[in-house]
């Protein structure tokens, strides 16, 4: 079975700076996609980003990039010029279902 | 398209009260999922549907959990005899596969918060 682990359960950042979230997961499965979503306090969960494991190049989005080691079975979260409504629970996933339990981010003005 | 909507918000009931909860999803995504998610806690699954076939059922879900998407549209969950574990978040969310044939970005509902008395 899939396992997902997040092993910061909670993180702090100043605005401005760069932050890293730690994701690995455990899988026998060569093709599968990861994810990271966010959860701001009292919100709707939505997608971050995406990463296809057959793709070698990390993705980005904006502000957001991720480090995808597929051997070592890693999926970081990186978070460049923090802003204060990053400020969040920030979930990986594999595949469509496994969630790990979270990483409670707070932006420090 | 108005996302993923979830029916009721807040749902507070007696144990061993049934309950039933309601998901629409985004009308062109062919699959549906629902998770339980506890304060502090990631998403946990429960089950999913293909259309109108239920894929998929976690081992944790007990036989007092049931879910139906009779028309491959909207979906219910239903929690009979309520008990004070069952109190929880039940998160629906909504994806298709028509694209990329695979696990593609869910859409998440708001959420329907259960409280068992």
């Known amino acids: 079975a899939q396992t997902v682990t997040q092993s910061q359960p909670e993180m702090s950042v100043q605005e401005a700076e760069t932050v890293t979230l730690s994701c690995t997961y455990d899988t026998s499965e060569n093709n599968y996609y990861l994810f990271w979503y966010k959860q701001p306090p009292s919100r709707q969960m939505i997608l971050v980003i995406r990463q296809e494991a057959y793709k070698q190049q990390n993705a980005t989005e904006n502000r957001f990039s991720v480090n995808f080691q597929k051997a070592a079975k890693s999926f970081s979260l990186k978070i460049s010029d923090s802003q204060l409504g990053d400020t969040a629970m920030y979930f990986c996933a594999f595949n469509d279902m496994r969630f790990g339990a979270g990483t409670r981010l707070t932006v420090k003005p | 398209d108005t996302g993923v909507s979830q029916d009721p918000r807040h749902k507070i009931t007696k144990r061993g009260q049934n309950v039933t909860f309601r998901c629409d999803p985004i009308?062109?995504?062919?699959?549906l999922y629902w998770y339980r998610q506890t304060l502090g806690q990631g998403p946990e699954f429960l089950t999913y549907?293909?259309?109108?076939?239920?894929?998929?059922k976690s081992r944790l879900l007990s036989d007092r959990f049931s879910a139906e998407r009779p028309k491959g549209s909207f979906s219910t969950l239903e929690i009979q005899r309520t008990e004070q574990g069952d109190s929880a978040m039940y998160l629906c969310?909504?994806?298709?596969?028509?694209?990329?044939?695979?696990?593609?970005?869910?859409?998440f509902g708001p959420g329907t918060r259960l409280t068992v008395l």
């Open positions: 549907f293909q259309n109108e076939a239920q894929l998929e």
């Open positions: 969310a909504s994806s298709s596969t028509r694209t990329s044939g695979s696990a593609d970005t869910q859409y």
């Open positions: 009308s062109e995504h062919n699959r």
